[in-house]
């Protein structure tokens, strides 16, 4: 059973940068095929994929979010990261890693392993 765990701040000041990692187990993030991605769904809305690192390290992003996001790995831990700079407010939201076979909306309902989540709320 592959396991995926978000950790970080929960509380980030706006123009910070927000950084979260999601450590997984059961599996290695350099195995063939799999994308490993961050989601997040804001309060009362829908999820919405933010990019993913590939299994070669490649990374893909959503065209909204590239500008402010970087998507890397430390293989030895078995982990991903995210950084989203200069947040605000809208940035508010549940922040969710996961495993899957592409990249891009149209894949989320696709993924087959998600970490639980982790609240992040931006300060005004």
């Known amino acids: 059973q592959v396991q995926l765990q978000e950790s970080g701040p929960g509380l980030v000041k706006p123009s910070q940068t927000l950084s979260l990692t999601c450590t997984v187990s059961?599996?290695?993030?350099?195995?063939?095929?799999?994308?490993w991605s961050w989601i997040r769904q804001p309060p009362g809305k829908g999820l919405e994929w933010m990019g993913a690192?590939?299994?070669?390290?490649?990374?893909y992003y959503s065209p909204s979010l590239k500008s402010r996001t970087s998507i890397s790995r430390d293989t030895s831990k078995n982990q991903f990261t995210l950084q989203l700079s200069s947040v605000t407010p809208e940035d508010t939201a549940v922040y969710y890693c996961?495993?899957?076979?592409?990249?891009?909306?149209?894949?989320?309902?696709?993924?087959?392993?998600w970490g639980q989540g982790t609240q992040v709320t931006v300060s005004s």
């Open positions: 690192i590939r299994y070669s390290g490649s990374t």
């Open positions: 059961g599996g290695s993030i350099t195995t063939n095929y799999y994308y």
């Open positions: 996961a495993r899957g076979l592409g990249a891009g909306w149209g894949i989320l309902g696709s993924m087959d392993y």
